[in-house]
């Protein structure tokens, strides 16, 4: 939920920077403006960086701690592979066909 929210901040913040004049003309942007009583569009452009920033470096975490998740489960596995591996291929013919 909270990334859906962070994404969502990324096109107002995008379109606070290309044209300033645009947060009188969006009735949210203008509310969240005068409500906070912002001085300038520039004061209030970082305000929306610090926001759409925060409310993505979480997202950020959650991806590398996914990516380290896959990394540790696969060093496990490639492990786990190469010992049966050796295991088996150390045995002699005879242990593979009395079974």
């Known amino acids: 939920m909270v ?3 962070g994404v969502a901040f990324v096109v107002p ?3 606070v920077a290309a044209d300033p004049a645009s947060i009188s ?6 509310w969240l403006y005068q409500t ?3 001085q300038s569009s520039q ?8 926001i759409v920033y925060l409310l993505n470096f979480g997202e950020l975490l ?9 990394r540790v ?12 591996l050796k295991y088996y291929l150390s045995k002699p ?3 593979f066909s009395s079974s």
């Open 3 to 5: 990334g859906m929210v």
């Open 13 to 15: 913040f995008i379109m």
């Open 25 to 30: 003309q969006h009735q949210k942007l203008m």
């Open 36 to 38: 906070l009583h912002f």
């Open 43 to 50: 004061q209030f452009l970082i305000f929306l960086g610090v």
């Open 62 to 70: 959650t991806a590398l701690n996914t990516w380290l998740n896959v």
């Open 73 to 84: 489960t696969s060093k496990i596995n490639a492990a786990l592979s190469y010992r049966f």
């Open 93 to 95: 013919y005879v242990f």
